[in-house]
Nanobody, 126 residues
Framework: QVQVVESGGGLVHNGGSLRLSCTLSGRTFSNYGVAWFRQAPGKEREFLAAISWDSSSTEYGDSVKGRFTISRDNAKSTAYLQMNSLKSEDTAVYYC???????????????????WGQGTQVTVSS
């Protein structure tokens, strides 16, 4: 079966940085687009970033544009979310999701994705 696993979350102070990782097993990683979402308590799941199978296209949510960078290494079957200049409002559970296809078009709705990781907690303290 397809397995998606996030890692790299933790506690960081305002202004700090974290890098999240997302691994896919059970399928060929390069056949999938990847996206990152987050969900804070009491809020809807929020789109953060997406990347196409070949890294030719990326898209970012307005709240993280300029601070977060999505990337991928198909040889390692891993995608990354580099998060800089973290703020308290970035505190959330962060999820990786994948969507099969070689499209360069990017999908930013959570309902577009079938396969999800279990999430990794990111806490930013003031």
């Amino acid at each position: 079966q397809v397995q998606v696993v996030e890692s790299g979350g933790g506690l960081v102070h305002n202004g700090g940085s974290l890098r999240l990782s997302c691994t896919l097993s059970g399928r060929t990683f390069s056949n999938y687009g990847v996206a990152w979402f987050r969900q804070a308590p009491g809020k809807e799941r929020e789109f953060l970033a997406a990347i196409s199978w070949d890294s030719s296209s990326t898209e970012y949510g307005d709240s993280v544009k300029g601070r977060f960078t999505i990337s991928r290494d198909n040889a390692k079957s891993t995608a990354y979310l580099q998060m800089n200049s973290l703020k308290s409002e970035d505190t959330a559970v962060y999820y990786c999701a994948v969507k099969e296809g070689l499209y360069t078009r990017l999908y930013i709705q959570s309902t577009d994705y079938k396969y999800w990781g279990q999430g990794t907690q990111v806490t930013v303290s003031s």
